[in-house]
C-alpha cells in the first residue's frame, strides 16, 4: 500500500503501525512523489491525506482514478465534514477517515476491507475466461458480451460478503442473479430470503424485515422473527429497494453496518450476519434528490453494482433464450416440439419485448401448446409477435377488406345475435390475455393499461373465466 501525507512524524508512525499489521508500505511526502510511485510500482490501497501543499488529496484521487481506477483509495483528514466524504466517494475514493483515528485497528480494519474489494476485482478478471454461464446460472441466458459482463461480476464477487446492488428493467432477471451469487457463496447451505419491498404495507415493513414483539402494534398476539433472523448466515434479497420506507432505511443502514436489529416493540439488540443484494428498477439518485432515499444507505449499498442489461440491448440472446424455453416447455408438456422455423425465429427477434425475458418465455410457451408440428411457425406465435410487435403500423392499422371478410366468414352462418355474442367473447379472452402477457401477470398493472380499475378488471377476468390463471396483485 501507498501512504500519502505529508506531515513526517505521522508518516512515519502510521508507516510502522501498518507494517505491523504484515503490510508492504510505500510512503509520500505530496501529491506528485505518488504519483511517480504509482506509476513505477505495484500499488493495491492508498491511504491519502486530504490537506497537502501543491496537490491536494482530492486532486491526488481524481489522478489516480483516472490513471489506476483499480486502485482503492482511502482518505484521511483533520478538518472531516459530511460534504467532504460524500465528494470524496462520489470521485472513487472507498471510504473516509478523520484524523486523530478513534483507534488503530479502525485504520487497520478500512485497509483490510478496501484490499478485498481490490482483491475481489483483481479476480472478477481472472474468472472472465471460465465463466459456463448456462450451468452456473440457470435461467439467466445470454452470451452476449453484456451478459459475460454480468456472470462475471456475479460470480466474482459470490465468494465474498460484499454487498451487491442490481440494476436492471423489470423482467430481466434481477432475482436469478441473486439467487447465483448465493449458490456460488459459502452461504449456500444457509437460507436465501426475497422480499419485495414495494409489496409489503408501508405499516408493516419493518415488522416484515425486524420482526416484532408480543403486543406490539394491533394484531401481533404473538412475538415474530423478522426476514434477518430467518435468513442468518444466508442471504436477504431486497427487490425494489427504492420502494423501502425512510424510518425502515435508517434500520436497514444499521443492520449493513454494524449486523445489528431491534424487533418492533422491543430495545433488545439482536446480532445477524446476513448478507444483502439489493435490487431495484429505480433511479436511486432522483430518489435521492427527491428525499426519498438517503445518500448514505445508497453509498452503503453501492459496493458492487451489477446492471442487467433489457432484452432489447441483447437482441442476438433471444435465440439462445427461445430455445433453452422451446425445451423446458415442451419437456413440461410432453410435446415433440424440438425447432423454431426461420420466419418465427425473425418475428422474435424483431419484438420490441418491453417486459423483457418473461416475455419470449410466454410466447414460447404459447407456440409450444399450439404447435401442429416439430416446428413453431408464426402462426403458433401470440397474435402481438406474428403481427410485428405492438408499435408497428401493422398492429394498428385497421384490416383489409380480404382479412376483415375472412375473420367474420365464421360468424356469417350464425344468427346475429349469437355471433355478436361469440365475437365479443373471442375479443376478450385475445384482449385480456395479451394485456396480462404483457405486464407478466401483474393485476394492478394490467388494470391501468386497458384504463378500468382493479374491482372492475377482476369482473371483466371472472367473466371471461379467466379469473383461475396465476396472477399477481
Not at 475466461?129 to 461480476?153: D, K
Not at 439482536?270 to 448514505?296: H, M, P, Q, Y
Not at 416447455?329 to 425475458?357: C, F, H, Q
Request: charged residues 25%; neutral net charge; aromatic residues 4%.
Amino acid at each position: 500500500m501507498l501512504l500519502v501525507d505529508d506531515e513526517p512524524e505521522l508518516r512515519r508512525s502510521l508507516a510502522r503501525v501498518l507494517m505491523g499489521l504484515g503490510l508492504d508500505v510505500m510512503t509520500a511526502e505530496d501529491g506528485q512523489a505518488a504519483l511517480a510511485l504509482l506509476e513505477a510500482g505495484n500499488v493495491d490501497v492508498m491511504l491519502v491525506d486530504m490537506q497537502m501543499p501543491r496537490m491536494g488529496g482530492m486532486d491526488l484521487l481524481n489522478r489516480v482514478k483516472a490513471l489506476r481506477p483499480e486502485v482503492e483509495v482511502i482518505m484521511m483528514t483533520a478538518f472531516a465534514n459530511v460534504d467532504d466524504a460524500v465528494a470524496a466517494v462520489k470521485n472513487g475514493a472507498y471510504d473516509f477517515l478523520t484524523k486523530p483515528f478513534p483507534s488503530n485497528d479502525v485504520v487497520a480494519m478500512t485497509i483490510s476491507k478496501a484490499a478485498e474489494r481490490k482483491q475481489l476485482l483483481d479476480r472478477m478478471d481472472v474468472l472472465e475466461q471460465r465463466l459456463e454461464q448456462h450451468e452456473n446460472f440457470g435461467e439467466l441466458i445470454g452470451n452476449t458480451a453484456a451478459m459475460r459482463e454480468v456472470y462475471r461480476l456475479a460470480l466474482g464477487v459470490a465468494p465474498t460478503s460484499a454487498t451487491v446492488l442490481v440494476l436492471g428493467e423489470s423482467g430481466t432477471g434481477k432475482e436469478l442473479i441473486a439467487r447465483a451469487i448465493h449458490q456460488h457463496s459459502n452461504r449456500a447451505d444457509r437460507p436465501f430470503l426475497a422480499v419485495n419491498c414495494s409489496a409489503i404495507p408501508v405499516d408493516l415493513v419493518e415488522s416484515e424485515l425486524f420482526g416484532h414483539t408480543r403486543g406490539a402494534f394491533t394484531g401481533a398476539v404473538a412475538a415474530r422473527m423478522g426476514l434477518f433472523e430467518a435468513a442468518d448466515k444466508g442471504t436477504v434479497f431486497l427487490d425494489e429497494i427504492g420502494d423501502l420506507p425512510l424510518q425502515a432505511q435508517v434500520k436497514l443502514l444499521r443492520a449493513l453496518q454494524e449486523g445489528e436489529i431491534k424487533r418492533v416493540g422491543s430495545n433488545d439488540i439482536v446480532t445477524v450476519d446476513c448478507r444483502v443484494i439489493a435490487a431495484t428498477n429505480a433511479d436511486l439518485k432522483s430518489k435521492i434528490a427527491a428525499g426519498k432515499f438517503r445518500e448514505d444507505l445508497y453509498y452503503r449499498l453501492h459496493v458492487i453494482v451489477i446492471r442487467v442489461p433489457p432484452l432489447r440491448k441483447r437482441r442476438d440472446d433471444i435465440p439462445l433464450l427461445a430455445y433453452h424455453f422451446l425445451r423446458k416447455y415442451a419437456r413440461r408438456m410432453s410435446r415433440d416440439v424440438t425447432r423454431i422455423g426461420v420466419e418465427a425465429m425473425r418475428l422474435l427477434r424483431e419484438e420490441k419485448w418491453p417486459g423483457n425475458v418473461r416475455e419470449p418465455e410466454h410466447a414460447i410457451e404459447h407456440a409450444v401448446v399450439m404447435a401442429k408440428g416439430q416446428t413453431i411457425m408464426p402462426g403458433d406465435l401470440p397474435d402481438q409477435q406474428t403481427s410485428g410487435g405492438p408499435d408497428d403500423d401493422a398492429a394498428t392499422s385497421p384490416p383489409d377488406r380480404d382479412g376483415l371478410s375472412n375473420a367474420l366468414g365464421r360468424l356469417t352462418d350464425l344468427p346475429y345475435p349469437k355471433a355478436k355474442k361469440q365475437a365479443l367473447a373471442v375479443f376478450e379472452q385475445a384482449y385480456l390475455e395479451a394485456v396480462l402477457r404483457r405486464t407478466g401477470g401483474n393485476v394492478s398493472e394490467a388494470a391501468r393499461q386497458a384504463g378500468l380499475d382493479r374491482s372492475n378488471f377482476r369482473r371483466v377476468l371472472k367473466k371471461a373465466d379467466m379469473g383461475k390463471r396465476p396472477l399477481r396483485n
